[in-house]
T-cell receptor, first 108, second 114 residues
Framework: DAKTTQPNSMESNEEEPVHLPCNHS???????IHWYRQLPSQGPEYVIH???SNVNNRMASLAIAEDRKSSTLILHRATLRDAAVYYC?????????FGAGTRLTVKP | DGGITQSPKYLFRKEGQNVTLSCEQN?????MYWYRQDPGQGLRLIYY???????QKGDIAEGYSVSREKKESFPLTVTSAQKNPTAFYLC?????????????FGPGTRLTVL
């Protein structure tokens, strides 16, 4: 039952990069690393996912350690709209298991 | 306009009553999921379905039931056996159940038991 560990909260200034860490030391070879974010009273929104290589999309970048035991979500320029709870999740063939996530606060 | 719809947004029920939460998707996805979220917590999996007419229990299935008679629909019934049903309920779907597929979430239903 692979699990992830994230800091409870982080702060960032607007327009600056944000690095959100995630530890997943018990990851298995078939687990994909997914990141979602959630605004209050809304459903989670997909951000990015990867398996072994670093990934980039229009929202963020995902840096995956060589041993896959940790990863970092990178928001290149934080905006006020990026304030949310960010979940790092290991997704296997069947489902996803969410932890408590990291609450990101963005200061103007 | 593809997506997942959940209705109603807010639901109130009296203790001891069963209630059914609706979830519909027009994304042509095979896999569908139900999660529960309590205040300040992450999501917990209730039930999931990888294909029509088949579903499996998640981590907290007790007191809940589902059906998957159509690909587009995955209703969740919260029964009177669920001891603490007040929560935020989220439905999701994915192309398949493989780890490489992201899940798309609906807007959620907030259930309050009076």
């Amino acid at each position: 039952d692979a699990k992830t560990t994230q800091p409870n909260s982080m702060e960032s200034n607007e327009e600056e990069p944000v690095h959100l860490p995630c530890n997943h030391s018990t990851i298995s070879g078939t687990d994909y690393i997914h990141w979602y974010r959630q605004l209050p009273s809304q459903g989670p929104e997909y951000v990015i996912h990867g398996l072994t290589s670093n990934v980039n999309n229009r929202m963020a970048s995902l840096a995956i350690a060589e041993d896959r035991k940790s990863s970092t979500l990178i928001l290149h320029r934080a905006t006020l709209r990026d304030a949310a709870v960010y979940y790092c999740i290991l997704r296997d063939l069947v489902d996803m298991r969410f932890g408590a996530g990291t609450r990101l606060t963005v200061k103007p | 306009d593809g997506g997942i719809t959940q209705s109603p947004k807010y639901l109130f029920r009296k203790e001891g009553q069963n209630v059914t939460l609706s979830c519909e998707q027009n994304l042509n996805h095979d896999a569908m999921y139900w999660y529960r979220q309590d205040p300040g917590q992450g999501l917990r999996l209730i039930y999931y379905s990888q294909i029509v007419n088949d579903f499996q229990k998640g981590d907290i299935a007790e007191g809940y039931s589902v059906s998957r008679e159509k690909k587009e629909s995955f209703p969740l019934t919260v029964t009177s056996a669920q001891k603490n049903p007040t929560a935020f309920y989220l439905c999701a779907s994915a192309g398949t159940s493989g780890g490489y597929n992201e899940q798309f979430f609906g807007p959620g239903t907030r259930l309050t038991v009076l």
